[in-house]
């Protein structure tokens, strides 16, 4: 596998599941970041781990709940979800440095759908 | 206030002919970078070119440029010769700020169409 990839690509589930979704990155990246894309919205940054350590969190609700075991690996569990968190959500890598650039590699996201 | 905004959310262009996307942005910070990505129809989002606030001289990656108008807060994507596989939504994002940790800004997106 090369890239960052996701999974499940389509999620179904009703408000009462737990789910979880996994993003890899396969880019020796340090940073992750996750993202949600709703229809005629900008994406919306959720959360973002550098070096493994959660950094931002853009005041997500708490049904939202990420997971970096290490740098390669981040994790989005989810439970007790609404309908309006029907959305695509997209998860992110870069390299942190000092320069100036650090374009964001995207994975194909995740379709959830909330019933 | 809209940290990236988009103005065209729907374009057509001829295949063969070039287009070009809007984009301006707001930002106090002397130092940011601009970003454009491609997202086709499968999701997945494709980073497409890069310009930094202290930059020269326009990006330019094959065929595509940016026309980076630094005084007008402008960052327009312009793709030459189009081909079909050129249709997708289109992204422009911005990083504020020198620390590349920095979060990401993106604008709601031009849907462009390449026509045969």
């Known amino acids: 596998e090369t890239g960052v990839t996701q999974t499940p690509r389509h999620l179904v589930m009703g408000m009462t599941n737990k789910k979880s979704l996994k993003c890899e990155q396969h880019?020796?990246?340090?940073?992750m970041y996750w993202y949600k894309q709703s229809a005629k919205k900008p994406l919306e940054l959720m959360f973002v781990y550098n070096f493994k350590e959660q950094t931002e969190n853009n005041s997500v609700p708490s049904r939202f709940s990420p997971e970096c075991p290490n740098s390669s690996h981040l994790f989005l569990h989810l439970h007790t979800l609404q309908p309006e968190d029907s959305a695509l959500y997209l998860c992110?890598?870069?390299?942190?440095?000092?320069?100036?650039?650090?374009?964001?590699?995207f994975g194909p996201g995740t379709r959830l759908t909330v019933t | 206030a809209q940290k990236i905004t988009q103005t065209q959310p729907g374009m057509f262009v001829q295949e063969k002919e070039a287009v070009t996307l809007d984009c301006t942005y707001d930002t106090s910070d002397p130092s940011y970078g601009l970003f454009w990505y491609k997202q086709p129809s499968s999701g997945e989002m494709i980073f497409l070119i890069y310009q930094g606030s202290y930059d020269q001289q326009n990006a330019t990656e094959g065929r595509y440029s940016l026309n980076f108008q630094k005084a007008r807060k402008s960052a327009n994507l312009v793709i030459s010769a189009s081909q079909l596989g050129d249709s997708a939504m289109y992204f422009c994002a911005m990083r504020e700020g020198m620390y590349t940790g920095n979060q990401f800004y993106f604008g709601t997106g031009t849907s462009l169409t390449v026509i045969p």
């Open positions: 880019l020796g990246h340090n940073a």
């Open positions: 992110a890598s870069s390299q942190v440095t000092s320069g100036s650039r650090d374009e964001q590699y």
